[in-house]
């Protein structure tokens, strides 16, 4: 897959809702059947791991899992897709990103650590950090109005991490 640049990361991207079972267990033929029904729909790309996939719940295990069949569906439809790698723990988010390298995403979707609000140098050292491990693959930062910090970057810094790989 193609990674994203700032002309190729717009439109409508589908969030995949991780369908959960009454024990607890995620139900990977419905999450199947959910990334068929993005891909029919024609959106411009699949992102996964977002709050509405509880990326903050799963296992590294179910993580691995949902990765992976996001990353082999999307392939074989060239559909562009984002493996939302966040955690509340950065060298978890760290890891993942390393684990993640030979599924090939368009981007690897990223939040700040969450505990508490970083200095602008210390967000910028997270995201040097997470860029160098996310080698080549672009990184897009979620970071609503909510966040504990609003972090606005620099444009020159961001515009390389995210955009210039």
Request: hydrophobic share 40%; net charge negative.
């Amino acid at each position: 897959m193609q990674p994203l640049t700032k002309d190729t990361c717009r439109g409508n991207w589908g969030t995949l809702l991780l369908p959960i079972e009454p024990d607890d267990t995620i139900d990977f033929s419905r999450l199947s059947i959910e990334i068929d029904m993005l891909i029919a729909a024609g959106v411009d790309g699949i992102y996964s791991n977002g709050t509405a996939g509880e990326f903050h719940t799963q296992t590294e295990t179910e993580f691995d899992q949902i990765s992976q069949l996001l990353a082999d569906k999307c392939n074989v439809a060239n559909m562009p897709f984002q493996i939302g790698v966040s955690h509340p723990i950065p060298a978890i988010m760290l890891d993942r990103v390393r684990r993640c390298q030979s599924l090939k995403p368009s981007a690897y979707q990223v939040i700040l650590p969450d505990w508490v609000a970083l200095s602008e140098q210390e967000a910028e050292h997270f995201f040097i950090r997470i860029a160098a491990a996310a080698d080549t693959i672009p990184l897009v930062l979620y970071n609503p109005p909510h966040a504990k910090k609003y972090y606005r970057p620099k444009p020159l810094i961001v515009y390389y991490m995210l955009f210039h790989r």
